[in-house]
């Protein structure tokens, strides 16, 4: 099972919005709803921000948002924060109880 | 607040076997409603999911790494153990254990700090 894609990375300025995808194949993000989103700051452990595709757990702001299709699920983060610099991982189901990761994007403020 | 922290040797020798072990407080690790994963993070790159075990000893792991990983769990401590066999310099990682909950695939949603491990002579 390969790791699903991420872009290296993205870039924004405060306040607008950026979108991070995730590709994975039709034994993955095309069949299960199970996609999850972790923020990791350097030297820290990740945080969980999405599950189930859209779902946001208590206490993550809703500037945050998730979505799929197809093959691909995205993380929106709307009115960009310093704070939100960071790195950014999906994680996907992929059948026969195997989970997989994705690459990692690197997030910039500009 | 439930806390998971793992413990373990910071460094070991290539060929020999890494073991760590993730102590759960805060509630009890018996409980149906979660699985216990094991993920770790080379330096500098991405996250790998090694494997994840139920509280009745029910394991799944990675094929990737199937042939040299085995996860227990210890009610009776709250805690759940991972063992890598045969490691190379390629094993060197931090090392996270993590709570997933049960129904819901991927969703690690508390994690420990991490403990790097290094694989070297």
């Known amino acids: 099972q390969s790791a699903l894609t991420q872009p290296a990375s993205v870039s924004g300025s405060p306040g607008q919005s950026v979108t991070i995808s995730c590709t994975g194949t039709?034994?993955?993000?095309?069949?299960?709803?199970?996609v999850s989103w972790f923020q990791q700051h350097p030297g820290k452990a990740p945080k969980l921000m999405i599950y189930?595709?859209?779902k946001r757990p208590s206490g993550v702001s809703n500037r945050f948002s998730g979505s799929k299709s197809g093959n691909t699920a995205s993380l929106t983060i709307s009115g960009l924060q310093a704070e939100d610099e960071a790195d950014y991982y999906c994680c996907s189901y992929a059948g026969i109880r195997m989970e997989v990761f994705g690459g990692g994007t690197k997030l910039t403020v500009l | 607040q439930l806390q998971v922290q793992e413990s373990g040797p910071g460094l070991v020798k290539p060929s020999e076997t890494l073991s760590l072990t993730c102590t759960v407080s805060?509630?009890?690790?018996?409980?149906?409603?979660?699985?216990w994963g094991w993920i770790r993070q080379p330096p500098g790159k991405g996250l790998e999911w090694i494997g994840s075990?139920?509280?009745?000893?029910?394991?799944y792991y990675n094929p990737s790494l199937k042939s040299r990983v085995t996860i227990s769990i210890d009610t009776s401590k709250n805690q759940f153990s991972v063992n890598l066999s045969s490691v190379t310099a390629a094993d060197t990682a931090v090392y996270y254990c993590a709570r997933r909950y049960g129904s819901c695939y991927s969703c690690f949603d508390y994690w420990g700090q991490g403990i790097l491990v290094t694989v070297s002579s």
């Open positions: 189930e595709v859209t």
């Open positions: 039709s034994s993955d993000i095309g069949t299960y709803n199970f």
């Open positions: 075990v139920y509280y009745s000893g029910s394991t």
């Open positions: 805060g509630d009890s690790i018996s409980s149906s409603n979660y699985y």
